[in-house]
């Protein structure tokens, strides 16, 4: 049973340009919720995705977008990359948006130059 | 609101215990532990819902001190498994979707 993939694992951009990172939830899970983690810092929520619908948002500019796919997978897009953008994309799964217990993937270390 | 941890870092031999500490200047309905390790995604530990409950996995277990807006999480002889950085999430209330928040994180050593 695949946990949580995402995809690619690291990435390099530089400042204004666009990314688009990709997120496979846990089988059976239809729930998937996207965290920014900065370097020796928590997890930030920045949103969450069900029924192809984004259903809460944290503290995060426009710049972050996301989409969630029929067959629950999703994808979060940050444009006009900043030097700040540069952090760990955190991607958890869950069944239902009020599950207690998130499984996260590894991530995508993302660079902006 | 984030939650504050502390200690910020911890270095213990293996076989020592160990104290880490979340506190919320809102009330909260649950709390939730995660533990990183080094390039590693975050792996659940455990949740407490309810005022004064204590939950146990393995070696390491905590409580919640509703009235105080405060959990606990204790590593007893510890294990060199247990190095990580360990956070804490927290909820304010039940309802479907909240989202969850973390704390800045403990980083815990184990040495032999």
């Known amino acids: 049973d695949a946990g949580v993939t995402q995809s690619p694992t690291h990435l390099i951009k530089t400042r204004g340009q666009q990314v688009t990172l990709r997120c496979s939830p846990k089988?059976?899970?239809?729930?998937v919720s996207w965290y920014q983690q900065a370097l020796g810092q928590g997890p930030q929520f920045i949103f969450q995705?069900?029924?192809?619908?984004?259903?809460q948002r944290g503290n995060f500019p426009d710049r972050f977008s996301g989409h969630q796919f029929p067959n629950y997978s999703s994808e979060l897009n940050v444009n006009a990359l900043l030097l700040g953008d540069s952090a760990l994309y955190l991607c958890?799964?869950?069944f239902g948006t009020g599950s207690e217990k998130l499984f996260f993937g590894s991530g995508t270390q993302l660079s902006v130059l | 609101q984030q939650p504050v941890q502390s200690p910020q870092a911890v270095i213990l031999r293996e076989g020592e215990d160990a104290v880490i500490n979340c506190s919320s200047s809102?009330?909260?309905?649950?709390v939730h532990w995660y533990r990183q390790k080094h390039g590693e995604a975050p792996v659940f530990l455990m949740i407490?819902?309810?005022?004064?409950e204590q939950k146990g996995h393995e070696k390491i277990s905590a409580s919640f001190n509703e009235k105080k807006q405060q959990s606990s999480l204790y590593l007893t002889a510890s294990q060199l498994s247990y190095s990580g950085t360990y956070f804490c999430?927290?909820?304010?209330?039940?309802?479907?979707?909240?989202?969850?928040?973390f704390g800045q994180g403990t980083r815990l050593t184990i040495n032999p």
């Open positions: 995705y069900y029924e192809e619908e984004e259903r």
């Open positions: 089988s059976g899970h239809d729930t």
């Open positions: 809102k009330a909260l309905y649950s």
């Open positions: 958890a799964s869950s």
């Open positions: 999430g927290t909820k304010t209330t039940l309802g479907a979707a909240q989202k969850l928040v």
């Open positions: 407490l819902l309810k005022g004064g």
